[in-house]
């Protein structure tokens, strides 16, 4: 139990022995720190419901909780707030409790779920770009935070690897090496077990073919026949597509190592496509299809729609399916292979009213609740200009290259700030290459989720503000702290006894932290467990500054503060870790 339920539940006790609703009983930081800890602003809610004087209901409930020993200070102020100070033993006891807790007080689901977290989408023979960042670290951040809360996730990397895209290559490469086996139609195999084509040659093919279906009508026919034959068991078509998928994987995985990401499931659009026949002429029994210009169609929209909502189709004129199709397929999949009680897509908010469509149509052809089905949308990280990131040519930035760029400017500040000094090479790249990543994912984490952002690679390096290069040195801080009261022989840590405004506050946070992890983990919001890890930096700094620690005289104190560090220290590294960042041991 959080502190903040406990305390609920001792205040909701006291409406209910006031003949009010415990649900009034609810308790929230301060609006006012200087004047409390905690607030409860339910006496205003109540009055309404029981038609008396909020401020009279709040000195009945006051009057309850009156004598108990967790309450310091318990006062009404304006129409009717209660304020709430709570006592030093009772926030000791409190704290104390965390230094024994596995979990440091965080917060757990009393009724887990089952599940599938799709968080990649990158599209084979492409490389990553910055466009795959955020699904790629906020999936990741998610994925862990809901382990953490207790749930069972499977993280789906959903590889686009079946669309019109594969048609491009396929005929793109036919262009330039005809000759090759796979193109010969009477040729069911066995093929070349070694790739026709390099990486490099698919990141040089894939933006050529492209272009030359865009700028060619014939060309993009060819493709679109391609795809067809691809998608219908064409052999030859089908060995390229699997040396495609295998040269491509490799290079995304490395990518995604760099960002500390990964998958336990590496499916495609591909894996779904034996499941659409079966699947489709269940829609049409259920007599869901309608024609439409020779496409097979869903409709979706509703009576109560504000907007205007398009149907799903099926399947287009030429039988060939788009990726709502395969999407729907997908869910079929899921439901078969993983049985989820609930699938999230972390994915572009651009792409809210296809899963509007998918979400509908799975609904109606019974397939999976639609309430069960969650897109969990992201804002776009943007330049200077305030448009998408782009390369300075106007080009899309591989991530590799954004991962070099950071690398490299955080390598920079380490050298300015005289950090690192006296380490060898290898650590020194180590602890650019940490910081570097710690700096773009705190800056793009600590957006809510749903905003836009624009990337700034000084800013996000700093080892000041709100960034993850201060949170790495605040980590780093306790670690020496506790290594210099090792080395000073300065005993061990003890119990807790909080008694300074400085120790008050860090423990406050500390036990802050169940609450950030259920609403982070409620709302699917990051930024929450952003907003605790810099919260309980700052902390740990202001006590840091106020309070001796390693030389401080009196034996009892010296021991409660120690034991105050290494709690902050278990803390800030498992939030840390929620957020997907590695940490150095030291700077």
């Known amino acids: 139990m959080t502190l903040i339920e406990n305390l609920n539940e001792i205040v909701g006790e006291a409406f209910a022995a006031a003949e009010l609703d415990t649900k009034f009983g609810q308790v929230k930081p301060a609006d006012r720190p200087d004047l409390a800890q905690f607030q409860c602003n339910g006496a205003l809610a109540a009055a309404k419901v029981a038609k008396k004087n909020p401020r009279a209901l709040a000195e009945a409930v006051i009057e309850q909780l009156s004598g108990r020993s967790e309450f310091r200070d318990l006062t009404v102020a ?52 910055v466009g795959h960042l955020r699904a790629a670290i906020i999936g990741e951040s998610l994925k862990r935070i809901f382990r953490f809360a207790g749930e069972t996730v499977v993280g789906d990397v959903h590889l686009g690897d079946w669309g019109m895209p594969m048609g491009q290559l396929i005929s793109e490469l036919r262009k330039e090496q005809p000759d090759l086996v796979y193109f010969n139609e009477d040729n069911s195999g066995p093929f070349p077990s070694d790739p026709p084509v390099t990486l490099a040659d698919l990141e040089r093919l894939y933006p ?6 865009k ?30 998928l295998t040269l491509s994987r490799s290079a995304i995985e490395r990518e995604y190592a760099d960002l500390g990401v990964t998958f336990d499931l590496w499916k495609g659009e591909a894996d779904a496509d034996h499941l659409i026949a079966e699947m489709a002429q269940n829609i049409r029994d259920k007599g869901l299809v309608e024609q439409s210009d020779g496409a097979e169609i869903v409709r979706v929209a509703r009576d109560d729609d504000k907007k205007e909502i398009p149907p799903l189709i099926l399947f ?27 699938i999230l897509y972390v994915v572009d908010q651009r792409q809210s009213l296809h899963f509007e469509q998918v979400f509908r149509a799975s609904a109606l052809a019974g397939i999976f609740p639609e309430d069960r089905l969650e897109h969990i949308g992201f804002g776009t990280m943007n330049g200077k200009d305030g448009k998408p990131f ?28 005289g950090l690192g000094e006296g380490y060898g090479e290898d650590e020194v790249a180590d602890i650019a290459r940490k ?30 503000g709100k960034t993850g290069p201060y949170l790495l040195y605040a980590g780093v801080r306790v670690h020496s702290v506790l290594a210099k009261a090792r080395a000073a022989g300065a005993g061990e840590p003890g119990d807790i ?14 036990l ?76």
């Open 78 to 129: 304006g129409p009717g707030f209660i304020n709430i100070t709570l006592t030093d033993s009772f926030l000791s006891t409190q704290a104390r409790r965390l230094k024994s807790d596995e979990n440091l007080g965080g917060w757990q689901t009393a009724i887990p779920e089952k599940v599938v977290m799709d968080y990649g989408g990158p599209n084979v023979a492409k490389p990553l770009h």
């Open 316 to 342: 287009k004129s030429d039988g060939s399916v788009l990726y709502g199709t395969t999407d729907l397929a997908t869910i079929v999949d899921r439901k078969q292979s993983e049985n989820p009680d609930r």
């Open 390 to 417: 782009k390369t300075r040519d106007g080009g899309v930035l591989k991530l590799r290259h954004l991962i070099d760029q950071v690398t490299t400017r955080a390598r920079e500040r380490l050298a300015e700030s």
């Open 497 to 510: 006894a909080l008694a300074t405004p400085e120790e008050r506050d860090l423990a406050l946070v500390l």
């Open 208 to 213: 050529q073919a492209s272009a030359a279906c």
């Open 215 to 244: 700028a060619d009508q014939t060309r993009a026919e060819e493709a679109r026949v391609a795809t067809f034959e691809l998608q219908k068991g064409r052999a030859g078509y089908r060995a390229l597509w699997q040396h495609f």
């Open 435 to 464: 910081v570097g990543i710690a700096a773009l994912k705190f800056a793009d984490l600590s957006n809510t989720r749903t905003s836009d952002y624009i990337f700034d690679v000084d800013r996000f390096t700093a080892f000041e």
């Open 512 to 587: 802050s932290f169940g609450q950030s992890i259920r609403e982070a983990h409620s709302r699917r919001m990051p930024h929450i467990l952003c907003d605790h890890a810099f919260v309980l930096a700052q902390a740990f700094s202001k006590f840091y500054a106020a309070c001796r620690i390693v030389d401080e005289k009196d034996d009892v104190v010296r021991a409660s503060r120690l034991s105050l560090v290494g709690v902050v220290g278990d803390q800030l590294h498992l939030t840390l870790e929620l957020l997907g960042i590695e940490a150095p041991e030291r700077m």
